[in-house]
C-alpha cells in the first residue's frame, strides 16, 4: 500500500474515533458567539507518529507536542469527511 493511502486512512481513522470537546472558557476571552465557546475535535495520537507528522505539516492535524491527543484543523476535518463519503462511510454531522 502507498503512503498516500496509508496518510488517507489514518486520517479517516482519527475522524472516526474523535470526539468534540469544549475549549475551557477561561483560556480565551472572548466567545465566539453569544456565550458559545469553540469546540475542537481530538482523537488520542496511538497512530504511525510518521504519519501524524506528515499530516501536521500538510496542515490537516495538529499533533505535535507531548500531548497524548491531537486536534483536527478545520481543513483536516473537511478532508477527513470527504475522504469518508468517498468510501460510502456517511457520518452524521447535525450533532
Known amino acids: 500500500m502507498d503512503r498516500h ?40 495520537k496511538g497512530y504511525d507518529f510518521d504519519i501524524l507528522n506528515e499530516l501536521t505539516d500538510e496542515g490537516l492535524v495538529n499533533a505535535g507536542g507531548r500531548s497524548k491527543s491531537a486536534s483536527f484543523n478545520a481543513e483536516g476535518e473537511a478532508k477527513a469527511l470527504e475522504l469518508l463519503n468517498a468510501y460510502g462511510i456517511e457520518i452524521d454531522t447535525s450533532e
Open 5 to 44: 493511502t496509508i496518510k488517507d486512512l489514518t486520517l479517516m481513522l482519527m475522524y472516526l474515533t474523535s470526539w468534540e470537546e469544549s475549549l475551557v472558557p477561561g483560556i480565551r476571552k472572548k466567545p465566539d458567539r453569544a456565550g458559545i465557546y469553540p469546540k475542537a475535535r481530538l482523537c488520542w
